[in-house]
């Protein structure tokens, strides 16, 4: 019989077997009778500081015939038959093309590949051994790549991240998400962690794994290789254009371009493919010293080892707008990622050990179509590259990026210089005033925000945080409509896939997503 028991709480300072023992009287079992004993939830409670506990559900497998009574945190478990993805009736001529290798394309390459539809995965960028020299140089010398950057290459924009494995949506592709990465190397902790998450050191190795395993499942994977056009007739793909001159037939291509492939949109837009314009957000990165943050989530635990650095999340409604912090990086660096010359962005990122001296998350604001100035369905790409460029202006036009201080932020005035908190922008920076790289609302939002976020964080509001100019890439500007079949509407074969087209917004949805594109193609098609 196998169970799961959930809301068990024990100490910071308990351990397994403490666990163990806290399980055998839930359920009134022996421990010696316990098979297969496994983590598959742990959580913090802070809501009790200074009594801090973590929260665990387990599941196990218990051996005879002993009856054990379900309830609210004691479920039976069911034997559920496997899903089994059966190949559809029509026939592929062509193997199948993955366009991108973020967890879009990385996941729908890696499961047709599983399945014997030996797919050929296409990346604009380099590998992501190569990818990270040529990011380290642009964050050393300001020489950006255009092709191999922050945003382009093997693993996609989330691999100079976090490697957050939250998600909101709840769809049992999940675990198919967590399953993966574990097999490819992030540590076993993704697995049950209620907060996952890889850390951008791991995530590197991971995705050349999983790229390896492509390959071993008999697919194939080509680097440098940008998609500059496709070929539609008779309202179908037929074939794709890499690089300018080399023509690949296909009639299934999954579209996991990401959400800064904008020379991409363009010639698909120009191409017939439909786009429609989406709102997103734009703001900062603001950094506080990540003891200032443990202490305000952990009271006098902090710095416990079970602990690690906290993290928060915090948002406020106003009016229309919503302001919110975004991929917060507890013990990171602030990252320069811009993608095009002449332009300042922003994101953040961690390692594995989260044990860097500062904190950083976004601070931004939403904003909608109706502030883009135009109907046309890429002006979303317009009101970003606005707003990047006048980044770059107010860092001095050398690629350095504007920071200030928050109380200089708040006051209405340049910094003229730095107090506690020093910035971890991997580039170099300038003391500047924010509000000429940002719209006014996004400002004056930002700082009405700003008292509450306090309230909620001890000494967020702290005068000598710093925020650094400008983050603008929290999600696609666009999306690509797709029917019911989750092709492109009118194009038939044409998968738009993942965050890039507006289906996703994060590693694991955009992961689920590349998985559920892989699983129609499956079960339309068929390919030998």
């Known amino acids: 019989m196998k169970l799961i028991v959930r809301n068990l709480k024990l100490s910071l300072d308990d351990d397994i077997d403490a666990l163990r023992r806290l ?18 939830k742990e959580s913090i409670d802070a809501r009790k500081r200074p009594h801090i506990n973590l929260v665990y559900s ?18 039976i478990l069911k034997q559920e038959p496997e899903d089994v993805l059966v190949p559809g009736n029509a026939k592929l001529q062509n193997r199948p093309v993955v366009i991108g290798t973020g967890p879009a394309g990385l996941f729908a390459g ?15 960028g380099e590998c992501v051994e190569k990818r990270t020299q040529i990011v380290n140089r642009y964050w050393t010398t300001g020489e950006l790549d255009p092709e191999t950057n922050v945003q382009f290459g093997e693993g996609g924009a989330g691999t100079f991240s976090d490697g957050k494995l939250t ?29 996952p998450h890889i850390g951008s050191d791991v995530l590197k190795r991971v995705v050349a794994n999983m790229r390896n395993r492509i390959i071993e499942y008999g697919g194939e994977v080509r680097f440098n290789s940008k998609v500059t056009s496709i070929t539609v007739k008779n309202g179908s793909i037929v074939g794709i254009v890499v690089n300018d001159r080399d023509e690949i037939p296909c009639e299934a291509a999954v579209l996991a371009i990401g959400h800064s492939a904008r020379d991409t949109f363009k010639m698909l837009l120009d191409k017939g493919v439909e786009f429609v314009q989406k709102p997103f957000s734009i703001g900062v990165r603001i950094e506080h010293p990540q003891e200032v943050i443990n202490r305000a989530q952990y009271g006098e635990a902090a710095g416990h080892p079970r602990l690690g650095a ?9 009016g229309r707008r919503t302001v919110y912090s975004f991929c917060m990086c507890p013990g990171g660096i602030v990252v320069a990622s811009a993608s095009e010359p002449g332009m300042i962005v922003t994101n953040g990122m961690s390692e594995f050990a989260r044990d860097r001296e500062n904190a950083n998350s976004a601070l931004v604001v939403s904003v909608e179509p109706g502030d883009f100035g135009s109907h046309h369905p890429l002006a979303g790409i317009d009101f970003q590259r606005k707003w990047e460029r006048l980044a770059f202006v107010a860092g001095g036009s050398d690629n350095r990026a504007p920071v200030q201080r928050l109380e200089d932020f708040i006051e209405g005035r340049k910094s003229t210089f ?25 400002t004056d939002s930002m700082k009405e925000a700003l008292p509450y976020f306090d309230s909620r964080i001890k000494d967020f509001g702290m005068k000598d945080a710093v925020i650094t100019g400008v983050e603008t890439r929290t999600s696609s ?5 797709r029917d019911d079949t989750l092709e492109a509407i009118g194009i038939k074969g044409l998968y738009p896939a993942g965050e890039g087209a507006g289906y996703a917004g994060g590693i694991v949805s955009a992961a689920v997503d590349g998985i559920r594109i892989a699983e129609k193609i499956i079960s339309t098609y068929s390919y030998e």
């Open 310 to 318: 906290a993290d928060y999340q915090l948002f406020q409604k106003l």
């Open 110 to 124: 890696l499961i047709l590949a599983q399945n014997g539809y030996k797919p050929l995965v296409l990346e604009r």
């Open 23 to 40: 399980v055998s009287k839930r359920i009134k079992v022996n421990e010696k009778d316990f098979r297969d004993f496994r983590i598959v």
């Open 58 to 75: 387990v599941m196990l497998e218990i051996e005879g015939k002993i009856k054990v009574r379900e309830s609210a945190d004691i479920q």
């Open 477 to 481: 500007p666009v999306r690509i409509p």
């Open 167 to 195: 998600t909101r949506i709840n769809d049992r592709r999940c675990s198919i998400v967590l399953e993966e990465f574990y097999k490819s190397g992030a540590h076993e902790e993704i697995l049950f962690k209620a907060k």
């Open 418 to 442: 730095l107090g506690a908190v020093r910035p971890s922008y991997t580039g170099r920076t300038n003391l500047a005033d924010i509000h000429s790289c940002l719209p006014v609302f996004v």
